[in-house]
């Protein structure tokens, strides 16, 4: 954690020393209110009301069931009819798993003692997790959980759990926050390795749409190829659900990096894909359609399919004219695109 914060600091001091970054404060911001969400998450579970650490590790005892065998076999046969009755009237989907359900409680009525020494088992499990939340939730909360336990009720455990699952939730994606924003930080500073790092611990803690498709992008602007293909090939799957214009950058990024991996044929297919899917969403006259149309050309020049190539780079060469300009780099770069091209192909003076 110390180590974390640390690195944290010193991107921060570094970022500080470029004036030019000016543009970039609001990604700091961010970061610091990720880190201190995540801070009181971690205060909040590991103090106790008197503000000292009270975690125990001693063994937990044996749970005092409030239950005889004949009421757990009572509870299992009543058990055993609630799922019988769903089963009746179930969607032929759910009919395997209710009866792999039923099939449990008929063991468990078959051999009760085993059954329910394997419950209080269970319970002494569940006591144990239920205390070590104690800083968080105070004892009478945790005592009443364990009094339900005790009971077979796990109802009230149940909402602990789950109350404690929801925090941690919200502290991992203020840390996935915090990743997100040193990522911005690194990459303003042109320090795409430790971009791609940010970006993929952001990524690995809540995989979003846009998380991957940083750490997928920068992670192949690091050099990593493999790794960034890994990366957006899970990010494809979620952009096929999205706009037309994220299906779109996703299918040229997954295009650029499976050219980036030799594998042409198939960068060839998702190129076409992505300048189909893009002209939908943007139309034919975008400069995002005229990226797409530019890559699909490289990729043909490289493969030696010149002819092909030609009117592509015309495409995309026109497209820029039109809408950006003849002094815009774009353009100049189509230009230079299409000039090496015909050299390629022996054509000089054109």
Do not use: C
């Not at 944290?8 to 990604?27: L, P, R």
């Not at 076999?73 to 179930?90: G, M, P, S, V, Y």
């Not at 400069?287 to 002819?307: F, I, S, V």
């Amino acid at each position: 954690m110390m180590g974390w914060l640390a690195e944290w600091g010193n991107a921060i001091w570094a970022f500080f020393g470029i004036e030019k970054n000016s543009t970039a404060v609001m990604a700091i911001v961010a970061v610091l209110g990720a880190v201190g969400a995540v801070f009181l998450f971690f205060w909040r579970r590991f103090r106790s009301p008197e503000g000292t650490l009270t975690i125990k590790n001693e063994a937990p005892s044996e749970p005092m069931v409030n239950m005889t065998l004949a009421q757990f076999e009572e509870r299992q046969r009543q058990l055993r009819d609630e799922i019988t009755a769903k089963l009746q009237n179930a969607h032929a989907e759910d009919r395997a798993r209710l009866q792999a359900e039923l099939d449990e409680v008929n063991a468990r009525l078959r051999a009760p003692e085993k059954a329910l020494e394997e419950a209080k088992d269970r319970i002494t499990s569940l006591e144990a997790k239920l205390a070590r939340e104690a800083n968080s939730f105070g004892a009478e909360r945790i005592e009443k959980a364990k009094d339900a336990l005790r009971r077979f009720d796990y109802s009230v455990a149940e909402a602990l759990f789950d109350e404690i699952r929801k925090d941690a939730q919200i502290a991992v994606q203020a840390a996935a926050r915090a990743e997100y924003g040193l990522g911005e930080i690194a990459e303003a500073q042109v320090n795409w390795a430790g971009a791609a790092r940010h970006y993929r611990r952001a990524a690995e803690l809540e995989p979003s749409m846009d998380n991957l498709y940083k750490a997928a992008e920068l992670t192949m602007n690091a050099g990593d190829y493999a790794t960034a293909l890994s990366l957006s090939t899970r990010h494809l799957d979620l952009a096929e659900t999205g706009t037309a214009f994220q299906h779109g950058r996703a299918l040229n990024l997954q295009a650029m990096l499976l050219q980036e991996n030799a594998r042409y044929e198939e960068a060839e297919r998702f190129y076409r894909q992505a300048i189909d899917v893009s002209a939908q969403a943007l139309g034919d006259k975008d400069p995002n359609n005229a990226t797409a149309l530019g890559n699909l050309a490289g990729l043909l020049k490289g493969m030696g399919r010149y002819e092909e190539a030609e009117p592509l780079f015309r495409r995309a060469l026109k497209i820029d004219q039109a809408t950006l300009g003849e002094q815009h780099p774009s353009y100049a770069t189509g230009l230079n695109n299409l000039a090496n091209l015909l050299r390629s192909m022996g054509r000089y003076e054109e």
